[in-house]
């Protein structure tokens, strides 16, 4: 029973995830409810052993329908692993804590942003090209990757933002860009978390086959309604992010 409410909870996360990110909002919770006597490491661990396969899965969906511009976006992803590779290390050396209750605030931001310009993300229209796409897409990835190393929640979320904001790109091109980032990231933590030993694969191997099942039923859902829907869940998860860490940050 455990086994399986952590792959229903999985399958959800991954349809989440592949529209626009976020699904962790409801699988490290499952985890932390079914095992919580567990090493939170082996939870997170674990987790990642899990969402990548969605992650990696729907970036492929993605890159078959949406154009993107991969000499600028290879680069950035190294560096995004660069950034996770960097968080995760910096994350042993000092507590985190400091930013729970920044980051509600910072969500809210971001939420009332979108929520204000109505028509940003509908249409794409990079506004770069050549080295500037890349160095932009870059940045993002490098500052992003290690937030994501260094605390996590609502990654998925600033990339997408950031690459609509900066980058000009609609809210489709956005999440699908934000898949590979987070591909990379999560490969990164999972090469530390599995060198240290904090993963269940036997729990992560069932977790990921439904996490590409959700992903694929999420991929082909953005796809098929565009950059209003994907606008749309993004404002969804973006508003249950602020919920969720303005109560573990004020409340708990």
Do not use: C
């Amino acid at each position: 029973m455990d086994l399986l409410t952590v792959a229903l909870a999985s399958l959800l996360a991954g349809f989440i995830d592949a529209v626009v990110g976020g699904g962790g909002l409801v699988l490290v919770p499952a985890l932390f409810s079914v095992y919580p006597q567990t090493a939170p490491a082996t939870l997170f661990g674990t987790n990642k052993g899990a969402s990548i396969w969605g992650t990696a899965w729907a970036t492929l969906q993605y890159a078959k329908r949406v154009q993107l511009n991969w000499s600028a976006l290879l680069p950035a992803a190294a560096l995004a692993m660069v950034g996770g590779f960097g968080g995760a290390w910096l994350v042993t050396q000092i507590d985190p804590g400091f930013l729970r209750r920044a980051l509600p605030v910072i969500l809210l931001a971001v939420l009332i942003y979108t929520l204000v310009r109505k028509d940003m993300g509908r249409h794409h229209a990079p506004r770069h090209q050549g080295w500037r796409e890349t160095a932009v897409a870059g940045a993002i990835a490098l500052l992003i990757g290690f937030y994501d190393g260094f605390f996590g929640p609502g990654t998925g979320s600033f990339f997408v933002f950031l690459f609509v904001r900066l980058l000009g790109y609609d809210f489709l091109h956005a999440s699908a860009t934000a898949k590979l980032m987070n591909t990379a990231t999560n490969a990164a933590a999972l090469m530390l978390f599995g060198s240290t030993g904090h993963i269940w694969w036997q729990v992560a191997l069932v977790m990921a086959v439904a996490n590409v099942i959700g992903s694929l039923f999420g991929t082909r859902m953005a796809l098929a309604r565009g950059a209003g829907f994907v606008r749309s869940m993004f404002v969804l998860v973006v508003s249950a992010l602020i919920l969720k860490t303005a109560w573990d940050a004020f409340f708990r």
